[in-house]
């Protein structure tokens, strides 16, 4: 929990992840469209010849959906055989690291949110990716039943 983070500066949000789940970050011109796209899965790039699977981490805390032109970096976050690419538009990453970390008060969150730490720069949630991806999971199953 106290490792280091990679973080997303998401509207006002301060969104981490554990480096130690990045495989890596690509920057993709614009979003391929979907037809019928539900949800917050917003499309699919490639990393290193894998297929990952992108959602949109705007819409995922309910706000408007990023863009579909212009520069998106994704985040794509490994488990095993877990991909997952977190598409942050063109929000600033940053790092914060284990050792500012340690002094800082947690508490635990709920839903796409592990926690949350409480940092001289204001709080910084720790992202539940485990949980968008059970989930982008059961929306991908859904749409694959309909016809």
């Not at 490792?3 to 011109?29: P, Y």
Request: charged share 25%; aromatic share 8%.
């Amino acid at each position: 929990m106290f490792g280091d983070k990679l973080v997303i500066q998401l509207e006002g949000a301060r969104l981490a992840v554990d480096t130690s789940a990045v495989a890596g970050i690509v920057e993709v011109d614009g979003m391929p469209f979907l037809p019928g796209r539900t949800g917050f899965v917003s499309g699919v790039i490639s990393l290193r010849n894998e297929p990952v699977t992108v959602i949109d981490l705007k819409m995922a805390f309910g706000a408007w959906p990023s863009p579909t032109k212009g520069t998106h970096r994704v985040i794509v976050v490994r488990d095993k055989a877990v991909l997952l690419g977190l598409d942050a538009g063109e929000a600033p990453i940053s790092f914060y690291w284990a050792e500012e970390l340690k002094t800082c008060p947690f508490r635990k969150g709920s839903g796409y949110i592990r926690g949350e730490f409480d940092t001289d720069d204001g709080p910084l949630s720790l992202l539940d990716w485990k949980t968008l991806f059970e989930e982008t999971t059961r929306i991908l199953h859904l749409e694959g039943g309909r016809g």
